[in-house]
């Protein structure tokens, strides 16, 4: 019975023990009264006419002469530290995953980049975050790029459908 007794004990007292190793978890965070106004400058956007000539040599080249602005106004934006992340969503094409994919012609797909021009965005992913701290007003602006996405070209009337969604964090 002593026996039973002194090994209850001891168990008891482990489990006691390991409950002492508990830490603390910090949480931060920030409420606003509304989030920012969403809006694109131009709901339709109109892509310069290009030749085959000028899409490039091969495959995965980009039209440089045909680059087009794209800008996403955020406005009445609350004045607390965060960030805004925007994720474009639409087709992507079969042949070239990271571009969204185009009707009506063959051979070609849309590219987005980052403001500078040079940072590739992937269709239905994430553009790099953005500072909005204390900002009521922010335009965040990207680039579209034809890019070719096969050897067979077929011209015709390009569209198509782009969505995006902003995040805040």
Same mark, same amino acid.
């Given at each position: 019975m002593? %026996? /039973? $007794?002194l090994v209850t004990? $001891?168990? #008891?007292?482990?489990?006691? #023990?390991?409950?002492?190793?508990?830490? +603390?978890? &910090?949480?931060?965070?920030?409420?606003a009264q509304a989030a920012c106004?969403?809006?694109? /400058?131009?709901? +339709?956007?109109?892509?310069? $006419?290009i030749t085959h000539a000028k899409l490039g040599t091969g495959v995965g080249d980009f039209a440089t002469d045909a680059v087009t602005d794209l800008t996403i106004k955020l406005t009445g934006?609350? #004045?607390? %530290?965060q960030t805004a992340t925007v994720t474009f969503n639409g087709a992507a094409d079969k &042949? /070239?995953?990271?571009?969204l994919a185009l009707t009506g012609v063959t051979g070609? #797909?849309?590219a987005l980049f980052?403001? &500078?021009g040079t940072d590739l965005i992937s269709i239905n992913g994430d553009a790099k975050p953005q500072n909005m701290t204390g900002t009521p007003t922010k335009e965040l602006k990207y680039k579209l790029k034809y890019v070719t996405t096969k050897d067979v070209f077929k011209e015709g009337n390009a569209t198509a459908v782009l969505n995006f969604d902003v995040k805040y964090n």
């Open positions: 002593k %026996k /039973t $007794l004990s $001891l168990l #008891a007292a482990s489990v006691f #023990a390991s409950a002492a190793n508990a830490g +603390d978890i &910090n949480i931060t965070g920030a409420i106004v969403t809006t694109a /400058t131009a709901p +339709d956007i109109k892509m310069p $006419l934006c609350p #004045a607390i %530290k &042949n /070239t995953p990271t571009a070609v #797909a849309l980052e403001e &500078n």
